[in-house]
């Protein structure tokens, strides 16, 4: 396992596709299911990426991305479910 994907709703995914992080993202709701987070599957590894709801993003979700062994650690914006699972995928290819 590579990574995998822990969301509050309790979906758990192991190494999830395109297909599936999209649904992941469809899925979350402002009340019960409001976050989902990606974790390497190697314990010694610290990044994490998540993506959560939030009213002020225009209606969309909040992508934040940490990873300690590079410093970077940043926080977007988007509407677009399949934009930001080609987004977290991409960024969780550069680890």
């Known amino acids: 396992m590579q990574y995998y994907a822990d969301a509050e709703g309790g979906a758990y995914l192991e190494d999830p596709t395109h ?23 190697d314990e010694s590894r610290d990044w994490f990426i998540s993506v959560a709801t939030r009213d002020h993003a225009l209606g969309g979700y909040e992508i934040e991305r940490q990873d300690p062994a590079t410093g970077d650690r940043s926080r977007t914006t988007s509407t677009n479910p399949t934009e930001i699972a080609a987004d977290v995928l991409d960024w969780i290819n550069q680890r």
Do not use: A, I, K, M
């Open 19 to 41: 297909p599936d992080l999209v649904g992941l993202v469809q899925d979350l709701d402002r009340v019960s299911n409001t976050f989902v987070v990606l974790y390497p599957g």
